[in-house]
């Protein structure tokens, strides 16, 4: 990650209150009857922490992972009030040691800040860190989000498609992907009409 983009990250984490609030997202939210107590999760680009918080509270042994100290505050503080416990590291994804076959789920929601290059980087890490039979919950903005723009990277190479999911995560034992339009109020960060694509894949 460049120094660039960590002081801009920095400097929206700064501002008062949850840039993106403090529910979980809803596609995330959705799926927790296939998550189970005792599992290992990792939560990437975990931001202020409200999906690594929610795992938690559903049990999960959570890892929540993110590349701003001041954001992670936030994780620390969210966690407290919500009375849980989850482990929190400071790394820039991209460069990050990916463990091993180490986690049953793995929740990567909005991580559209990385560029192509970057983005394989991530999905390889992904695939490595994922247990065999472990669950992927990903979420992110579609190329019609250009138009909308009500959230996520304003670069049409930062997005996704379905064709680029299923090249990435096709060797998956089981890949669901499902493309929508919802409206989503997500803090200040996300909000109104959006080009959504979800997918639930299993290793």
Request: proline share 5%; hydrophobic share 45%.
């Amino acid at each position: 990650m460049t120094e660039t983009e960590f002081d801009r990250w920095q400097q929206r984490f700064a501002a008062p209150g949850y840039l993106f609030g403090t529910a979980p997202n809803t596609f995330l939210k959705s799926k927790a009857p296939l998550l189970r107590k005792g599992q290992t999760a990792l939560a990437i680009a975990d931001g202020e922490g409200r999906n690594g918080v929610f795992l938690a509270e559903q049990g999960l042994d959570v890892l929540s992972v993110d590349f701003s100290p001041l954001a992670q505050e936030k994780v620390r503080k969210l966690a407290n009030e919500r009375g849980v416990t989850l482990r929190i590291e400071q790394a820039d994804i991209v460069n990050w040691h990916w463990p091993e076959a180490a986690y049953d789920v793995v929740a990567a929601i909005f991580i559209q800040f990385a560029a192509p290059k970057d983005r394989d980087t991530i999905f390889a890490g992904i695939k490595r860190a994922l247990k065999p039979g472990g669950l992927l919950l990903m979420q992110g903005y579609a190329p019609k989000q250009l138009d909308y723009k009500t959230g996520g990277p304003s670069r049409l190479e930062n997005l996704y498609t379905r064709p680029l999911l299923e090249k990435a995560f096709g060797d998956f034992a089981a890949l669901d992907i499902a493309e929508h339009d919802s409206v989503i109020q997500e803090g200040a960060g996300h909000g109104g009409l959006s080009a959504l694509i979800d997918l639930v894949a299993t290793k």
